[in-house]
């Protein structure tokens, strides 16, 4: 049994096809592929130009490290019984570098927020923006996506075949890679789409959802709201400070005459899920 948005790259770690491609039904044009290529390439340009140079972005992760690693030592040198001026005085570079590191990533990271504001606010970025919405518009037509498809998270993950099993490998640096996918139902069929195909999976394939053991890591926040906004706490979403996302999830599993797989959705999701394919949880 293998993720639905599972790769396989074992042989090669560019693949990019899913292991659910045999329940893919549509696909967009060719014209509307190269679009999107397009767009792609111009979201990164300017991507780059509201970042921080590689070398800064560097720094201001060390500094922020740095910071936190001392200030840990130091509230524990304190909690153990060492007085602060003792603590000074047996090491002074510590309460030193401490506010040094502090201050540099405060400074780095408000510079990196208003280079961000200031290219989002440039016509560039907002006819990149327009450009963006126009064509998914034309793409979830060409789809048959209805207007009323709820956006449910999935999450995909990367593996290799070991000893006959699949191992799952970290994307950059967190464990999946969140998906926001479009959910509906047509004729019997849980239809999942993105801005490039439909997959089409019947219900009555669908076996059974239950929660995971463990809390996942994936690098996007895809809704409109923050993730620690009220409507999300009841989920304990957390993130840390190199932009990954930390939450629980459910585990949908998959049994059809095309093979045995799962869907993984994150908690936060679960419950759209679960309304639009009227399923119950196991406990």
């Given at each position: 049994?293998?993720?639905?948005?599972?790769?396989?790259?074992?042989?090669?770690?560019?693949?990019?096809?899913?292991?659910?491609?045999?329940?893919?039904?549509?696909?967009?044009?060719?014209?509307?592929?190269?679009?999107?290529?397009?767009?792609?390439?111009?979201?990164?340009?300017?991507?780059?130009?509201?970042?921080?140079?590689?070398?800064?972005?560097?720094?201001?992760?060390?500094?922020?490290?740095?910071?936190?690693?001392?200030?840990?030592?130091?509230?524990?040198?304190?909690?153990?019984?060492?007085?602060?001026?003792?603590?000074?005085?047996?090491?002074?570079?510590?309460?030193?570098?401490?506010?040094?590191?502090?201050?540099?990533?405060?400074?780095?990271?408000?510079?990196?927020?208003?280079?961000?504001?200031?290219?989002?606010?440039?016509?560039?970025?907002?006819?990149?923006?327009?450009?963006?919405?126009?064509?998914?518009?034309?793409?979830?037509?060409?789809?048959?996506?209805?207007?009323?498809?709820?956006?449910?998270?999935?999450?995909?993950?990367?593996?290799?075949?070991?000893?006959?099993?699949?191992?799952?490998?970290?994307s950059g640096m967190t464990q999946y890679v969140n998906l926001s996918l479009f959910?509906?139902?047509?004729?019997?069929?849980?239809?999942?789409?993105?801005?490039?195909?439909?997959?089409?999976?019947?219900?009555?394939?669908?076996?059974?959802?239950?929660?995971?053991?463990?809390?996942?890591?994936?690098?996007?926040?895809?809704?409109?709201?923050?993730?620690?906004?009220?409507?999300?706490?009841?989920?304990?979403?957390?993130?840390?400070?190199?932009?990954?996302?930390?939450?629980?999830?459910?585990?949908?599993?998959?049994?059809?005459?095309?093979?045995?797989?799962?869907?993984?959705?994150?908690?936060?999701?679960?419950?759209?899920?679960?309304?639009?394919?009227?399923?119950?949880?196991?406990?």
């Amino acid at each position: 049994m293998t993720n639905l948005f599972g790769i396989n790259i074992t042989e090669s770690k560019e693949n990019a096809a899913i292991d659910g491609e045999v329940f893919c039904t549509r696909s967009i044009r060719a014209d509307q592929e190269e679009e999107i290529r397009q767009i792609l390439e111009e979201g990164e340009v300017l991507e780059k130009k509201s970042s921080l140079p590689l070398p800064l972005s560097l720094i201001k992760g060390i500094c922020l490290f740095a910071w936190e690693i001392l200030l840990l030592g130091i509230i524990k040198s304190w909690g153990d019984g060492t007085p602060l001026a003792q603590g000074y005085r047996n090491a002074p570079w510590i309460f030193w570098a401490c506010p040094v590191c502090f201050v540099v990533w405060l400074v780095l990271m408000l510079i990196s927020k208003r280079r961000k504001q200031r290219t989002e606010a440039g016509s560039a970025y907002q006819q990149n923006d327009a450009h963006a919405q126009k064509l998914l518009q034309s793409i979830m037509k060409t789809l048959g996506v209805p207007d009323d498809a709820k956006q449910i998270d999935v999450l995909a993950e990367r593996y290799v075949m070991k000893n006959g099993a699949p191992k799952r490998r970290n994307s950059g640096m967190t464990q999946y890679v969140n998906l926001s996918l479009f959910a509906y139902i047509r004729k019997g069929q849980l239809c999942l789409a993105d801005a490039g195909s439909v997959w089409e999976i019947p219900l009555s394939s669908l076996r059974s959802v239950a929660p995971g053991r463990k809390r996942v890591s994936f690098p996007d926040w895809t809704k409109p709201e923050p993730y620690d906004a009220a409507v999300y706490k009841p989920y304990g979403i957390t993130a840390n400070q190199f932009g990954a996302f930390f939450a629980r999830y459910y585990r949908v599993e998959i049994s059809d005459v095309r093979g045995e797989f799962y869907l993984l959705i994150p908690e936060y999701d679960s419950m759209a899920f679960m309304e639009l394919t009227s399923m119950h949880a196991d406990a």
